[in-house]
């Protein structure tokens, strides 16, 4: 299968393309919100995936939107993301961090009474995850250029946190109505200064924090995840201007040299299937971004390996198969039957090992 074959990522050498998707999965239960032993046990078991990517790693105290979230902004985090680090390369794999700012998805029970800070006070009326449970998203803070700068600092040093941690590489989590796609969007970004109003100024963000991240960083070691059609959720509405927006984005990425651009797929074309609204965006964005292309959306095993043999993708990510299957790529290999998630123990709703750890392996 094209999906099991090795892929060169920009100068890393990956077994196959078959990539782990982030997931957030909240089993950092302590004071210091450290990766711990259960965390990279968790990752050690799906080393078999040429590359992970892992769960959004939250790059300041003021970023955070979920409770036990393991993060990389101290040195007790970057100590304990090093567990994960080692156990992954000690069984061959490769692994990214996925650096990520919620923005105005949270909530002031997660960032010590202070209001979420956002380009604009603008409520997306969504819920955040805080230790009483879901909570009702507030108007959060419109950010001051002084706050714009010093989170585009916390991006460059978080990116250097997860290589002294280990990674081999980093992700922006610019998807999914957090923070950079706040920027990027209108219904989100009413401001009239340099980080707001044209298209070029609302996705100055993201290339401000690439160029202070390439002083210290391989862009090639920098990967991009959007969501480009994301539509009515977190609350992201598309307008004229989307479209334009992220062609500009994805046109200009084409300049960075980065490791790779990651599409969540949503789209707003209602009249196709899910899959076929998958592989809309997809093929839209392939024509335009000139590196390597990981896709990610309700793929299995015959849909991932078709999508690459058509060259609509280099790579494809897998999220709750990943969650229940540790195994994937062998079971792919072998078309094994698939183990199926419990949705219950997906986040903070489980301690311990619980749907995390104790998924089994497949047997011959």
Not at 110 to 116: E, I
Not at 124 to 145: I, Q, S, W
Not at 262 to 291: C, N, Q, W
Request: proline fraction near 4%; glycine fraction near 6%.
């Amino acid at each position: 299968m094209k999906l099991l074959e090795p892929y060169n990522l920009n100068g890393i050498s990956l077994k196959n393309r078959v990539v782990m998707a982030p997931m957030t999965r909240s089993r950092a239960n302590n004071t210091e919100l450290a990766a711990n032993e259960l965390i990279a046990e968790y990752y050690g078991q799906r080393a078999s995936a040429g590359l992970i990517i892992s769960e959004g790693t939250h790059i300041s105290p003021m970023a955070i939107g979920s409770i036990n979230v393991p993060n990389i902004y101290t040195h007790a985090q970057i100590e304990g993301w090093k567990k994960t680090t080692a156990t992954v390369h000690a069984k061959g794999g490769k692994i990214f961090a996925q650096l990520w700012h919620v923005g105005r998805i949270s909530h002031p029970d997660l960032l010590n009474n202070n209001l979420p800070l956002a380009p604009s006070a603008i409520n997306p009326n969504f819920r955040a995850y805080a230790a009483k449970g879901f909570v009702d998203t507030v108007t959060p803070k419109e950010m001051t250029l002084d706050e714009i700068h010093q989170t585009i600092e916390d991006f460059a040093k978080a990116a250097q946190n997860a290589f002294i941690a280990g990674f081999d590489g980093v992700e922006l989590h610019a998807a999914n109505g957090y923070l950079f796609h706040q920027f990027f969007a209108k219904c989100a970004n009413l401001r009239s200064d340099e980080y707001g109003g044209s298209i070029e100024n609302r996705a100055r963000f993201l290339f401000d924090v690439l160029d202070e991240i390439k002083k210290t960083c391989e862009l090639n070691r920098v990967g991009i995840r959007i969501s480009p059609s994301m539509n009515k959720t977190f609350g992201i509405t598309v307008d004229e201007e989307t479209a334009p927006t992220f062609e500009y984005i994805v046109t200009r990425l084409n300049t960075y040299n980065i490791a790779y651009l990651h599409i969540s797929g949503f789209t707003t074309e209602e009249s196709i299937d899910p899959m076929k609204k998958v592989l809309y965006t997809a093929r839209h964005y392939r024509h335009i971004f000139k590196g390597s292309l990981i896709i990610n959306k309700g793929f299995e095993r015959n849909s991932a390996n078709q999508a690459i043999v058509e060259e609509i993708a280099d790579m494809v990510s897998f999220g709750e198969l990943y969650i229940s299957n540790p195994d994937l790529v062998e079971r792919f290999a072998a078309d094994r039957i698939l183990s199926k998630p419990d949705r219950s123990t997906f986040y903070a709703y489980s301690e311990g090992s619980t749907g995390y750890t104790d998924y089994p392996f497949s047997k011959e």
